[in-house]
Each structure stands twice: as C-alpha cells, then as structure tokens.
T-cell receptor, first 112, second 114 residues
Framework: KQEVTQIPAALSVPEGENLVLNCSFT??????LQWFRQDPGKGLTSLLL?????REQTSGRLNASLDKSSGRSTLYIAASQPGDSATYLC???????????FGKGTRLSVIA | DAGVIQSPRHEVTEMGQEVTLRCKPI?????LFWYRQTMMRGLELLIY????????DSGMPEDRFSAKMPNASFSTLKIQPSEPRDSAVYFC????????????FGQGTRLTVV
C-alpha cells in the first residue's frame, strides 16, 4: 500500500526566502504526483500535477520536481510571501487510476 | 458549475447522536470520493463510488460509518452512533474518472462530537 511522507511538518521563514518542501512515497510505480494547497478551514486547491514521464512542472513562483526512482518530490517556492502561508499537501495515486493517497502536509508560515 | 457542494459546513453534536453529512457532486462526474482529515492521520480515503456503486469501502473505519449514493447528484455519509474520536473534517470530491488527480474537492464539513 502506498505511503506518503512529508518533511518538515511545519516551517516558518521570513518573507522573501526561497524554500523547499519535501515529499517521499514508498511505491515508485506511480502515474503522477500532485501538490495541493490548503488554507485554514478551507478545501484543497490543486497547485501542480506532474506526470510520471516528467521531471518537473512550473507555475509562477512554484516548481515541483519528481524523481520516481528514488520515490521523491520537492516543491520549491521562490521569493516567499505572507500570502503563501498555508498547508501544502503531496498526493499520489495508490495504484494506477485510483484515488489519491495524501501526506500529512507541511504547514508553512511566511513572516512579513 | 458551482463545484462540489457539502452540507453542513460545520456540525456539532453530542456523543451517541446520529450524524449525516451530505454531498452534491459536480454534474456529469461519475466518481465520488469521501475523505476524512485529522491532525493525527492526515487525509484518508473512506470510500468511493462509480456510477452510484461503492467500489472500495476499505477505508471506512467501523460499522458505525455508512455511505450511500442514491442517485448521481447526491451522497450521504452517516455516523451512528457518533463518538468524540470521529471529530474531523470530512471532504467529498468528485471526478470524471477514478483518477484521483482529476478530482475536485468540496469545502469540507467540520464535525465536532462532544
């Protein structure tokens, strides 16, 4: 069964810093990997979806990389802003075309 | 489309009471997923449906939990009797396929059992 781990569990940085969030998964036979953002008391917002054939995906200040062989993904946030404060979740399908298995998330605080 | 609609947004109930959470999926989506989010365990899949039929309910924690999808536009998750450890945020999601990456999530129902 797929397991997803996210490190660190929480992170606090000053505004303007570049930062990296880490995600690892136990079964490397994944079709894709997805990063979400969750604001307090809110639902999930999809940030980036990386297909298994891709090594990275970019959206604005966000860049997600994927290394299937090592079972790892990173989410890089450039020039962080207080508005980036949220919980970031990493998720992969359990197998094939199936529902997602989520990590517990990294709670990010960007201090002005 | 208004997206996945969950009701109520917040629910506070006493231990032992029956709780029913509701979900209206996006029109045209054949798949519906129920997830539970807690601080300790994160987001966990409880059950998912395809064309109103439950496909995998292995995540349902106990017999106290039951889910139904009587038609393509409505699903319920019922807890009877409720216990304090059921306190969590329950998310419903729907998608055009079983691929979790194509699912859209509702805003969630925050359940507190006192």
């Amino acid at each position: 069964k797929q397991e997803v781990t996210q490190i660190p569990a929480a992170l606090s940085v000053p505004e303007g810093e570049n930062l990296v969030l880490n995600c690892s998964f136990t079964d490397s036979a994944i079709y894709n990997l997805q990063w979400f953002r969750q604001d307090p008391g809110k639902g999930l917002t999809s940030l980036l979806l990386i297909q298994s054939s891709q090594r990275e995906q970019t959206s604005g200040r966000l860049n997600a990389s994927l290394d299937k062989s090592s079972g790892r993904s990173t989410l890089y946030i450039a020039a962080s802003q207080p508005g980036d404060s949220a919980t970031y979740l990493c998720a992969v399908p359990n197998s094939g075309n199936t529902p997602l298995v989520f990590g517990k998330g990294t709670r990010l605080s960007v201090i002005a | 489309d208004a997206g996945v609609i969950q009701s109520p947004r917040h629910e506070v109930t006493e231990m032992g009471q029956e709780v029913t959470l509701r979900c209206k999926p996006i029109s045209g989506h054949d798949y519906l997923f129920w997830y539970r989010q807690t601080m300790m365990r994160g987001l966990e899949l409880l059950i998912y449906f395809n064309n109103n039929v439950p496909i995998d309910d292995s995540g349902m924690p106990e017999d106290r939990f039951s889910a139904k999808m009587p038609n393509a536009s409505f699903s319920t998750l019922k807890i009877q009797p409720s216990e304090p450890r059921d306190s969590a945020v329950y998310f419903c999601a729907s998608g055009p396929t079983g691929r979790g990456t194509e699912a859209f999530f509702g805003q969630g129902t925050r359940l507190t059992v006192v």
